[in-house]
């Protein structure tokens, strides 16, 4: 197998390798994609070292599938151009997620959406893939009528500069490289990607559009506040979900322990509920503080934390490369 890793040098992008590897997947010629500024260095895989090389350079190679992960612009541009070669890309960007073409993929829940001819396949948002996780086997069981979402997101999710501009702040008090309009450390921003004419985030709106489609509930009733946290280990979600039908809190919770890719953390006699702390490197999905809400009928609150560097981008996109290697 050919594979191209385009953002080889991101955040991502090195997530994706290290998933790659635990999920021992035998990769013949890899081929990582960088800027020009990263020409002549390179990056070692399973024992080898690959030079890193340019979009135009890799798009003459005869390869087989693409990870995408270096933002919407190169997707939109170059994801076609490989698609056209029969390369199948699987794009980390906001690009092709509501094109109607292009499926919008969670494995454990629509991969099936994937047909012969998709060349072009979309990975949702972070935030979208962990909320998505633990609500489908709930929608398909009650029916869920409307969603109430607040998210508390990690500074990953924006990228190394980031990270920096809080290790700055906590080590010095400010920073002067600002990604942020405002200090991150000991603080919290309610501003998570532009704003829009509605008032709300292209963050919040991305909740909102994604989930219909990859539910297939275009009706479904959702709204959500998106928070910018000084945390590194995950994203963290209060979810309250009202369905159509009465459920059984020992229900869902044996329907989660059910779900592949899900585990349950409810303990709080022994104070145990998700943590992002306990979500960093981890694959799977950590659902808890699951109770009735107690103001109206057939609603659950629910706290949702994964890891977003991996079930919220890599891994979503290296198990879908599972999925299409064993079909």
């Given amino acids: 197998m050919n594979l191209a890793i385009v953002g080889s040098t991101g955040m991502v992008g090195r997530t994706m390798l290290k998933v790659l590897d635990e999920h ?29 090389c340019l979009l135009e350079d890799a798009l003459n190679e005869n390869i087989d599938f693409a990870l ?32 109607e073409n292009c499926p919008l993929v969670v494995p454990q829940i629509n991969h099936d959406s994937i047909g012969e001819s998709n060349r072009i396949i979309a990975n949702p948002n972070c935030s979208t893939i962990q909320m998505v996780m633990a609500i489908a086997p709930l ?15 990690s500074i990953t999710g924006t990228g190394k500069a980031a990270v920096e501009q809080m290790e700055e702040e906590r080590k010095y008090g400010s920073s002067n490289n600002m990604v942020y309009d ?40 959702i ?72 103001s109206q009928p057939n609603t659950l609150n629910m706290w949702v934390v994964a890891d977003n560097l991996r079930k919220g981008a890599a891994t979503n996109a290296v198990e879908i490369l599972e999925k299409l290697i064993k079909k």
């Fill in 24 to 52: 021992d997947i035998e990769v013949d010629n890899l081929y990582p994609v960088a800027s020009r500024s990263s020409i002549g260095k390179s990056i070692d895989y399973r024992g080898k070292s690959y030079d890193i």
């Fill in 182 to 221: 405002y200090q991150i450390d000991r603080n919290c921003i309610p501003h998570c990607d532009v704003f829009m004419d509605n008032g709300y985030t292209k963050e919040e709106m991305k909740l909102v559009h994604e989930t219909r489609k990859i539910l297939n509930a275009p009706e479904m009733q």
């Fill in 223 to 294: 709204t959500a506040t998106a928070v910018r946290v000084p945390v590194v280990g995950g994203h963290s979600e209060s979810i309250n979900v009202e369905f159509s039908n009465e459920f059984d809190l020992k229900d869902v919770v044996q329907l989660l322990n059910d779900t592949e890719g899900v585990i349950v953390v409810d303990d709080i006699a022994n104070r145990k509920y998700p943590m992002p702390i306990n979500a960093m490197d981890k694959d799977e999905v950590l659902v808890g503080r699951l109770r009735k809400d107690e």
């Fill in 68 to 99: 995408f992960s270096a933002g919407g612009d190169i997707s939109k541009e170059w994801a076609p151009k490989f698609a056209e070669k029969g390369v199948v890309v699987i794009d980390n960007s906001s690009a092709w997620r509501m094109d």
């Fill in 139 to 153: 929608h398909r069981k009650y029916g869920i009528k409307r969603l109430v979402i607040s998210t508390y997101q």
